[in-house]
């Protein structure tokens, strides 16, 4: 059964960092591309961040302007979102969620996500 | 990246059938056929309900099914049943690489 199991998330003041992380299982996870997608209060899914099987090409959504930072670390089947300089407008649940097809880092369809983690910027 | 266009809700009674739509350009929804739709309850992770258009993954009922013309994709639930009051969200690759709509809130009467 695949799981993924987001953490991390929490109270930030804005301007500060953090580290999310997705614990994946049942598959395997260096085949697939992943990808984080956010949900501010409210507010509908915005595609954030992708990045290949092998961890060698990454995506990012335009509106980030270089703050937020993908990784993935095979050998613990996790993945990663560093976050810096963090705004109020970052607020939001954030998703992990697994390509569809293996062997691929063209990212089109996300079979699976995780709970999602929260992420508050505020003073 | 601009987010596709879906109608923010939509209704329906009991065994009826409803279509949303989902608009973009010839850059995503018109020039691949990698459209996906998205089911979510409030407060919980969204669920793939179609992909590639036109394609179910295995378990979603084929009360929902997918198209596409044009520019415009469109999710139509036939046969509407209590449970299927939901968001739902269309998504497209956009070589960039993907695009997701805006939402729609499907209320069953």
């Known amino acids: 059964e695949v799981q993924l199991l987001e953490s991390g998330g929490g109270l930030v003041q804005p301007g500060g960092s953090l580290r999310l992380s997705c614990a994946a299982s049942?598959?395997?996870?260096?085949?697939?591309?992943m990808s984080w997608v956010r949900q501010a209060p409210g507010k509908g899914l915005e595609w954030v961040s992708a990045i290949g099987g092998s961890g060698g090409t990454t995506y990012y959504a335009d509106s980030l302007k270089g703050r937020f930072t993908i990784s993935r670390d095979n050998s613990k089947n996790t993945l990663y979102l560093q976050m810096n300089s963090l705004r109020a407008e970052d607020t939001a649940v954030y998703y992990c969620?697994?390509?569809?097809?293996?062997?691929?880092?063209?990212?089109?369809?996300?079979?699976?996500w995780g709970q999602g983690t929260l992420v508050t910027v505020s003073s | 990246q601009s987010a596709l266009t879906q109608p923010r809700s939509v209704s329906g009674s009991p065994g009826q059938s409803v279509t949303i739509s989902c608009t973009g350009t010839s850059s995503d929804v018109g020039g691949y056929n990698y459209v996906s739709w998205y089911q979510q309850y409030p407060g919980k992770a969204p669920k793939l309900m179609i992909y590639d258009v036109s394609k179910r993954p295995s378990g979603v009922p084929d009360r929902f099914s997918g198209s596409k013309s044009g520019n415009t994709a469109s999710l139509t639930i036939s046969g509407l049943q209590a449970e299927d009051e939901a968001d739902y969200y269309c998504c497209s690759y956009a070589g960039s690489p993907v695009v997701f709509g805006g939402g729609t809130k499907l209320t069953v009467l």
């Open positions: 049942g598959f395997t996870f260096s085949s697939y591309a």
């Open positions: 969620a697994k390509d569809l097809r293996p062997l691929t880092t063209v990212i089109t369809v996300f079979d699976y």
